[in-house]
């Protein structure tokens, strides 16, 4: 890089010149920044709306199934002995169903504990086993048998109420000590015969502890075992360890013992039909109101990206407002914007033939509202008939509901085509090519190629503007030095003369 000097003999303004002389080549950097700058602005917007395209073709790729609507519900005659559900895999009709038996856990209740007769303070956590009485010089342990498996805990004297019950609870089991009633509480954590547990003692004295701790049956203690579940459906019987059943796609949670049979009813769901058709249409009205909005923005004419200095001149609040003026219309009357438009527009327009009758969402009370009545940028939105949470058609007769109540398989086949055909579509716009990646609606790879040319224009035209610099201050360095010396000679001259 050349002396920068100003002009020092000449007077002259060397920076301003300069300045003016390499004007091209500043605004050539400045014009390739911009474009830069609006290329990286809309490569955020495609990739904003390819993630929203990705969404609506995952979802139409399983609206495409019957295992999508396959919605049934399930209702029993008394709900107080049973909750019923049922998932697209139940059979259809009334079914019979009774219960035995509840799902227990294996339960504990100890007898109430005392201190022998005399003795001073109160009944405690904290209380030895030797305060009850307890006095095995040997030792003795008692064996827990739980979930398999069994577990020796060592007592002695030492030993506490509350150290006892940790123990317990350490085998897996709940265990509890109720100091104001003065029992302690064991159970199993899970329901079932097979959760059931055993409490044995073994030792030079017995069962002592166990006896003086009162959770011996013989010293009081009250146990209930562990035990299935049992109902009866359509006169097979099932047992299981909760009262939670999943069979053949209907689920029965048991909550009481019947005396006479409970029927259950498993029908279509029709409203989970209704909501799964008014899910889809909503996330593509979402996404067609924002592309509609993107094409039809309004003009940026004479909008271009801010430099840092004319940022300088601006607030914040002027910056933002700009850049957004630019950011809402750079897909304006775009071309692929347009075609996803098209591509859209026309699959869901489209007509599908089912046992002979032809049909289309029209059909089905189901259409937009046109250009007319539709509010700004949302005439390719679809309005169900009837749909209560629609102004727009509220009033309207539901003849969506209305068929699919008279016959949800010609209204389910009709989706699958519909959203079929739509995702053929799509995806046809999503595969992979020279310009595109793959599940991409535009063209990433021929952006990011374009983006990486303007970081090399804007590089070299930088190189350009610092070498033309530099030239000509080394131009008017010269210049200078040139006539410093023209002035020196000049005054020795004057000076011999004089």
Known sequence: MAIRLSGLTSGMDTESLVSALVSGYRTKVENYTKAQTKLSW??????????????????????????????????????????VSASGSAVTGVHTLSINRLAAASYLTGDKISLPEGSDGSL???TKLSDLGYNDNDGSKISVTYNNKTTDIDVNAD??????????KETGLKASFDEANGRIFVSSPKSGKDYDFSLSESGSDGSRALDILRLNESAGAKKRNGADAEIMLDGATFTNNSNSFSINGLNINAQAVTTSDVSVTVATDIDGLYDKIKDFLSQYNSIVNDLTTRYNAASAKGYDPLTDEQKKNMSDTEVEKWETKIKDSLLRNDDSLGSILDTMTNSMSASYTINGKKYSLTTFGIHTLGFLNASKNEQNAYHIDGDEDDSSTSTSSDKLKEALTRDPDSVVEFMKQLTGGLYSALDKKMQTSSVRSKYSVYNDKEMASEYSEYTKLIKEWNKRL?????SYYKKFSNMESALTKLNSNSSSLTHMLG
Do not use: C, P
């Not at 955020?44 to 993630?51: D, L």
């Not at 030993?159 to 317990?168: E, F, R």
């Not at 610092?466 to 530099?470: G, K, L, N, Q, Y």
């Open 124 to 126: 405690t956590a904290g």
């Open 159 to 168: 030993m506490t109420i509350g150290n006892l019950v940790s123990k317990l």
């Open 42 to 83: 809309k490569q955020e917007e495609w990739t904003e709306i390819n993630k929203k395209m990705k969404s609506l073709h995952s979802s139409l790729s399983s609206l495409r199934f019957s295992t999508a609507y396959q919605s049934m519900k399930a209702t029993a005659s008394d709900s107080t002995k049973a909750a």
């Open 466 to 470: 610092t070498d033309m610099e530099d």
